[in-house]
Nanobody, 121 residues
Framework: QVQLVESGGGLVQPGGSLRLSCAAS????????MGWYRQAPGKQREKVAA???????NYEDSVKGRFTISRDNGYNTVHLQMNNLKPEDTAVYYCNARIRNHPLGYEYDYWGQGTQVTVSS
């Protein structure tokens, strides 16, 4: 009923930049929080950044000052601008959105399929 489609991952050298995008579509009445998570090999998934509908943001400590999350409520999209990338940023990045499908329904968490980000020289 709801799809989150990510784009923008790839291979980049240390110090480089990438911009991830995620578009939500389907049975959507409203979207509350949107965010990005990542999972490196052998590690648990961790939250990288999140943004509320009103634009309030929060970031994982290691990405503060380097990553910027933004969203376009009109297009149900969220972006993650990643600058000064480091090898430790290498992971699969997942888009997340807390969505209400109907006016009187509950909110549910939805996930994208993930996009690989590799930072290596």
């Amino acid at each position: 009923q709801v799809q989150l489609v990510e784009s923008g991952g790839g291979l980049v050298q240390p110090g480089g930049s990438l911009r991830l995008s995620c578009a939500a579509s389907g049975s959507i009445f409203s979207i509350n929080v949107m965010g990005w998570y990542r999972q490196a090999p052998g590690k648990q998934r961790e939250k990288v950044a999140a943004i509320t509908r009103g634009g309030n943001t929060n970031y994982e400590d290691s990405v503060k000052g380097r990553f910027t999350i933004s969203r376009d409520n009109g297009y149900n999209t969220v972006h993650l601008q990643m600058n000064n990338l480091k090898p430790e940023d290498t992971a699969v990045y997942y888009c997340n959105a807390r969505i209400r499908n109907h006016p009187l329904g509950y909110e549910y968490d939805y996930w994208g399929q993930g996009t690989q980000v590799t930072v290596s020289s």
